[in-house]
């Protein structure tokens, strides 16, 4: 689900979207603040999009808006946790820094990204990539982490066993030209 907070002369529109603040053990609605950066690559400028801020609650977000109104674009998206991406978080989880990433895609109209998506499981990151979408990536803060953490004790850790093929064995005697006895 993806709401977007982008005008705060609105504010009855703001107060419905804010109040609609949603976070269970496997669930998390945040905030995310995506901006423009101009980057000089040789004689050429180009724009490179990044995650500027996160909110872990709508509340905190619409505060920041109405001390600072001027032209933000915000998006809330819903951080949802699924049983079978349990290796993909302890593998984020474990690495030197632990990031969150959102699939975007590309608005012609006015060369801006839209958040559709985020995600805290890099193998669905990789598949968004291999799918040529936009993907953004932001440090997960640690209140993220330690939910994240609490889910994974919950549900326990996913171990994919491989699976053993029939006749192993057959094909290991065929490699060394020796009958096993």
Avoid at 134 to 142: G, K
Wanted: glycine letters at 4%; one cysteine or more; hydrophobic letters at 35%.
């Amino acid at each position: 689900m993806s709401q977007h907070l982008t005008d705060p002369k609105h504010p009855q529109d703001q107060a419905e979207i804010l109040s609609e603040q949603i976070k269970t053990s496997d669930c998390w609605t945040l905030g995310i603040e995506i901006s423009p950066i101009e980057i000089q690559s040789g004689r050429w400028m180009t724009i490179e999009w990044k995650i500027i801020q996160l909110w872990p609650d709508r509340s905190s977000a619409e505060k920041d808006l109405q001390t600072n109104p001027d032209n933000r674009f915000i998006t809330f998206l819903d951080l949802q946790l699924y049983r079978d991406e349990r290796t993909a978080y302890r593998f984020n989880l474990n690495s030197v820094v632990p990031h969150l990433f959102v699939q975007c895609d590309e608005d012609e109209t006015d060369n801006s990204v839209i958040p559709n998506e985020i995600t805290a499981a890099q193998d669905t990151a990789g598949a968004w990539l291999d799918g040529e979408h936009i993907v953004l990536e932001y440090p997960m803060p640690d209140a993220i982490q330690c939910w994240l953490e609490a889910y994974m004790a919950e549900h326990g850790e996913l171990i994919e066993h491989k699976k053993k093929r029939r006749y192993a064995d057959l094909d290991k005697e065929k490699d060394t030209g020796r009958a096993k006895r």
